[in-house]
């Protein structure tokens, strides 16, 4: 919590293998990734800039979320272009 809000990617923050990027920012490190390799999906629609003010605020609202789901490893394949051609 930053200011008393609560804050969904600082909260996936403080599982394993996620890592912030840099102290008091929004980006995220999945296992190792860099932080344009997150695909963040807010109703099925992509949300290419996840950080308001600097990283400091959440540009998503606690209150309005229902449910956050965090692919680790391999995403199903209905978010991906397919790497096998």
Known sequence: ???GEKDVLKTLQL???VKSVAEGNSGLSVRGG????????LDEA???NASHLLGFFSTFNS???KDVTLYKGNMPAQYGEGFLR
């Open 1 to 3: 919590m930053l200011f």
């Open 15 to 17: 599982l394993p293998g």
């Open 34 to 41: 860099g932080t344009d390799q997150n695909l963040i999906l």
């Open 46 to 48: 992509p949300v290419y």
């Open 63 to 65: 209150d309005a979320i």
